[in-house]
């Protein structure tokens, strides 16, 4: 039943362009991709190691900014660019990795807003690099084994890969030794610790993966706006992460994909009939409620209702609602 | 592989917890530390395992030097503890929480893992297997799926148990183990660390209740101030002067009463 | 030189007014261990609450502040009775969760309310500055010197000086004893968000007809009064005291001596330096509350 569903899902989303005509539903899948990356690379950081991280709008910006400024300036190929991207994100992923064992709770989710406000005040600042609030525009179209990947349909396969790869990345690393370390460092860091877990080590490896795939993100949105400017630094950007995140369940792998998909297809939705500064306004309230209702997010509270309606089987003490490992 | 502490001192602010302690823990025995409250046995606990940075002292386990280790580094050289507050990883199942405790014998690391390679898989499925048996070994084979942080105390700290088992400890420090334990579940305790004894295992325990302790023990070490005041076998602790002093001096009876959960 | 004491004269000012920010927010997150993300947002509130008093009701001056400060105190014990005492034993990230949907929302109501448009507020004092000796300023900025100066030693007063005061201090060092001696805790943490919300206002208040209001502008006071808060040591009022004058000062040189861009940098600068290198701040944290 399961391989039938996914079977169907994976025909639809190789024939998109086929049967969605509009250039901007388009548009707003291809966004939803992007965000579907960042969802999963900040699920990796705050879902699983269990680190709130702020910044996150920091790696995004960088990658982006380095994908461009090598593509644009030093005309490196398109991968080339994604890569170093990716990898220059992974090292300031990795800073912040140190420092999360460092500087905990509170702390650390202020030095995280704080590194990517000094990141964000760089980029309008020094404008020899960054050409400051004006951007860079005219990055180079991504192109791969020569083909060039202008067209929205075109680049809807790029990001659809992205995405693939994101979602294979985090799936790999959480249903392993490695994403079990992470849980053990969120659940109770001195008793991980003591079985011999290295929560230095391990927290960097949370962050560096989660930086270098927001920063894969921040390359493929440079290439698909073509215009990097600094606002892929605000605080907004993280903020929608967090909310997909968080509304679609923290911790478990389809929850970032959940929350990407319909934090993005919503406010174009709504867009229609709301005017955008309501929208914001119900984010916050949306986020309020969240957090009251539905703590675990979406995706875990649908599979506790779904469990529900199966009676408990006898003899087995019933588990709390949405207690489900997400381990195999 | 004994675990030899020297002048081991710990100092917080102006307050000593440990001041100095020298005593060995030999191996295949089953030595217990006991002591008055804030005699220093959890702070002796946390320095040697890594918890604590010692002011003072060493600590040398199978001959080589580990004050001042991070506590992961420790316990991949053997040296296991276990905490004196219940802790399981409390969302996870008894079988995950095991599993993670099996952390030391993979050797996945995060590029094998993302690269897929075929030896990882073949890792998992060993590992689930050992974690299967681990749950047998103490007893909690019906509640492999259960979340750990909703079984009764007396199981979570079962789970607790099998965790530390997992990691594959040569030796095991258990801080505490019978707290708040009725008398059939201090029976079975007891019955566990000797069989884990019978293993291979030293056990080195931190306890209070003393008819678990006299039984049990090959060797007791009596702490009270953070210094060492006898050492030996339990018939010839128990008769120890000072070791009585010490118990009167805190609670008013001699260190023989069963009396659970006392101190 | 005339330069340098120009700029301290100015970095004062403006360190009052942020000293103000921090002792609310050091309240908040110290004896309440809530991580307020909208405390920038009552800081607009406050500012916007003066701006509606005195370009609408046309109020005096400093009934406009009042008015802000009690409009803060206000909305800040709704937030707090409403959204807060409900998750009173949830973990900090729930609250701090929270705390960012309520930004969220209260700077977007904001932007709906009065538009996007930076706006001056309209104040009563002669704009000609004063000059004393080498440093000229304004008689607006000398009031807000003086205001905040007189908030901050009214702060102190009620945390040292009064039954409340002790209560709250009772319920930082060490709530459960409190709680058995009958303070009733549940009020006190009202009480306390209340409180620190209206510094937070008045704050918006002072500084809002110095500069222009716009419904962002809470951004950047949350960040200072963080990196006020941490500079001097969670919970320590002379810590956040002197913090926020610290920040003042350090914010007018980097902006004079550096470039002006950067001055938002000082604030973002001091909370990670400080976390890496003495994370307990200035003032150790067993100096809390007093």
């Not at chain 1, 699983?48 to 190929?77: E, K």
């Not at chain 2, 003393?210 to 953070?226: H, P």
């Not at chain 3, 002792?23 to 406050?46: D, Q």
């Not at chain 3, 909305?75 to 309520?102: F, H, K, N, Q, Y």
């Amino acid at each position: 039943m399961r391989l039938l569903v996914a079977g169907l899902g994976a025909a639809a989303a190789l024939t998109l362009p086929l049967w969605l005509q509009s250039p901007y539903h388009v548009h707003v899948v291809i966004m939803a991709g992007i965000f579907t990356i960042l969802a999963c690379s900040l699920n990796l950081l705050l879902g699983y190691a269990g680190q709130l991280s702020l910044g996150h709008a920091a790696f995004f910006g960088i990658g982006a900014y380095t994908s461009a400024l090598l593509t644009l300036r030093l005309q490196w190929p398109f991968l080339a660019g994604l890569v170093a991207a990716a990898a220059a994100s992974g090292l300031a992923g990795w800073g912040i990795g140190r420092l999360a064992f460092k500087v905990r709770g509170a702390y650390f989710v202020l030095v995280t807003i704080s590194f990517a406000g000094v990141i964000s005040l760089v980029s309008v600042n020094w404008m020899e690099l960054t050409n400051g609030p004006l951007g860079l525009p005219g990055v180079p179209a991504a192109e791969l084994f020569g083909v060039s990947f202008r067209t929205k349909s075109a680049y809807y396969y790029l990001v659809l890969a992205g995405a693939a790869l994101a979602v294979l990345v985090c799936r790999r690393l959480v249903r392993s030794r490695t994403g079990r370390a992470f849980l053990a460092l969120r659940e109770n860091e001195p008793l991980a610790e003591s079985v011999g877990i290295d929560a230095v080590h391990y927290l960097a490896v949370a962050a560096v993966t989660s930086a270098a795939l927001a920063g894969m993100a921040g390359s493929l949105y440079a290439h698909y706006t073509r215009l990097v400017s600094p606002e892929v630094f605000l605080f907004t950007y993280t903020v929608t992460m967090v909310i997909m995140v968080v509304a679609g369940g923290k911790g478990t792998l389809a929850g970032p994909v959940v929350g990407a998909v319909l934090f993005t297809a919503l406010p174009e939705a709504l867009r229609e009939v709301v005017a955008w500064q309501w929208q914001m306004v119900l984010y916050g309230v949306v986020l309020i409620l969240l957090v009251f209702f539905l703590p675990r997010g979406i995706v875990p509270a649908v599979g506790a209702a779904l469990r529900a309606r199966m009676a408990p089987r006898a003899g087995e003490p019933r588990l709390e609602p949405g207690a489900r490992s997400p381990l195999p | 592989m004994t675990l030899a502490v020297r002048d081991l001192a710990v100092r917080f602010g102006g307050v000593e917890a440990l001041g100095g302690v020298t005593f060995e823990v030999r191996p295949d025995t089953i030595t217990s530390l006991i002591g008055p409250n804030g005699a220093g046995k959890t702070t002796a606990f946390n320095a040697i395992t890594g918890y604590l940075r010692p002011t003072r002292g060493t600590v040398s386990w199978d001959g080589q030097a580990i004050a001042g280790l991070r506590p992961s580094q420790i316990a991949a050289r053997g040296v296991v503890r276990t905490f004196q507050k219940t802790s399981v990883f409390p969302s996870l199942a008894v079988l995950d929480n095991v599993l993670i405790g099996l952390h030391l014998r993979g050797r996945a690391g995060w590029a094998s893992v993302l690269l897929g390679r075929g030896w990882v898989r073949r890792e998992e499925r060993a590992l689930a297997a050992e974690a299967e048996a681990l749950i047998e070994f103490v007893g909690l084979a019906a509640r492999r799926r259960d979340v750990a942080g909703a079984l009764p105390y007396g199981e979570q700290r079962l789970v607790e148990l099998a965790v530390a088992l997992a990691a594959r400890p040569r030796i095991l420090l258990l801080d505490e183990p019978a707290a708040g334990m009725t008398a059939p579940e201090k029976e079975a305790v007891s019955r566990l660390i000797r069989k884990i004894r019978e293993q291979g295992v030293t056990v080195f325990v931190v306890e209070h209740d003393m008819r678990l302790v006299m039984g049990i023990s090959d060797t007791v070490i009596v702490l009270n101030g953070g210094r060492v005041i006898a050492e030996g076998p339990p018939s010839r602790v128990q008769a120890d002067p000072e070791v009585v002093r010490a118990y009167l001096g805190s609670t008013g009876g001699a260190p023989r009463g069963p009396a659970p959960g006392r101190c | 030189m005339e330069q340098l004491l120009q700029h301290l004269v100015n970095g004062l000012v403006l360190g009052g007014t942020y000293a103000l920010l921090g002792i609310g927010l050091t309240l908040i997150f110290g004896l309440m261990n809530v991580v307020n993300f909208a405390h920038g947002e009552f800081y607009t509130l406050g500012a916007y609450a003066t701006f509606t008093a005195l370009a609408f009701a046309h109020l005096d001056f400093f009934l406009a502040v009042l008015a802000a400060l009690a409009a803060g105190a206000a909305i800040g014990a709704a937030v707090e009775r409403v959204l807060l005492r409900p998750l009173a034993g949830e973990s900090i990230d729930t609250t701090m969760l929270v705390m960012i949907g309520v930004s969220i929302a209260l700077q977007n109501a904001v932007l709906l309310g009065f538009g996007g448009v930076a706006q001056s507020i309209p104040h009563p004092f002669p704009t000609e500055p004063l000059v004393l000796g080498a440093v000229s300023i304004a008689p607006l900025r000398l009031v807000v010197l003086a205001a905040a100066g007189g908030l901050i030693a009214g702060s102190y007063l009620l945390i040292h000086r009064t039954r409340l005061g002790q209560a709250m201090r009772a319920t930082f060092q060490d709530p459960d004893t409190a709680q058995l001696m009958g303070v009733r805790i549940h009020r006190v943490h009202t009480v306390t968000f209340a409180f620190g919300a209206a510094l937070a206002s008045a704050a918006g208040a002072l500084l809002g007809p110095v500069f222009l209001v716009y419904p962002s502008m809470g951004d950047l006071a949350a960040l200072r009064a963080f990196s006020v808060v941490i500079l001097g040591g969670l919970g320590s009022l002379p810590g956040a005291t002197l913090g926020g004058l610290v920040l003042g000062i350090a914010e007018e040189l980097g902006a004079g001596y550096v470039s002006s861009g950067y001055r938002d940098a000082a604030g973002f600068l001091i909370i990670i330096m400080v976390l890496l290198l003495r994370p307990s701040g200035l003032f150790a944290r067993a100096e809390r509350v007093g």
